[in-house]
């Protein structure tokens, strides 16, 4: 059975900085696209970053969403099944629930998501 476990969310001024964790299980990691998406309330799901397989050959890199660039790094430890969102200088419209993807590089039909951790920027 495949489990997505997200933490590290929490509460934070603007400005501040959070480090977020996905610890996966059940699934070859390495052969995973991981991705951090958010939702806040009243909005759509938000691609926020992925980190693309290390099994990939061809269009291997990261990605970020514009409103992040420069501010949020993802990055993936396969010896721990573990995908990290390190967020820097975050802003009011930073809060949402973030919730972590994982998506099979060559199948990307086959995903499976975690229950979602809270981000919540204020002063």
């Known amino acids: 059975q495949v489990q997505l476990v997200e933490s590290g969310g929490g509460w934070v001024q603007p400005g501040g900085s959070l480090r977020l964790s996905c610890v996966a299980s059940g699934l070859s990691f390495s052969s995973y696209d991981m991705s951090w998406y958010r939702q806040a309330p009243g909005k759509e799901r938000e691609l926020v970053a992925t980190?693309?397989?290390?099994?990939?050959?061809?269009?291997?890199?990261?990605s970020y969403a514009d409103s992040v660039k420069g501010r949020f790094t993802i990055s993936r430890d396969n010896t721990k099944n573990t995908v990290y969102l390190q967020m820097n200088n975050l802003k009011l419209g930073d809060t949402a629930v973030y919730l972590c993807n994982a998506k099979l590089w060559w199948n990307p039909g086959i995903d499976y998501w975690g229950q979602g951790t809270q981000v919540t920027v204020s002063s």
């Open positions: 980190h693309t397989s290390t099994r990939r050959t061809t269009n291997s890199a990261d």
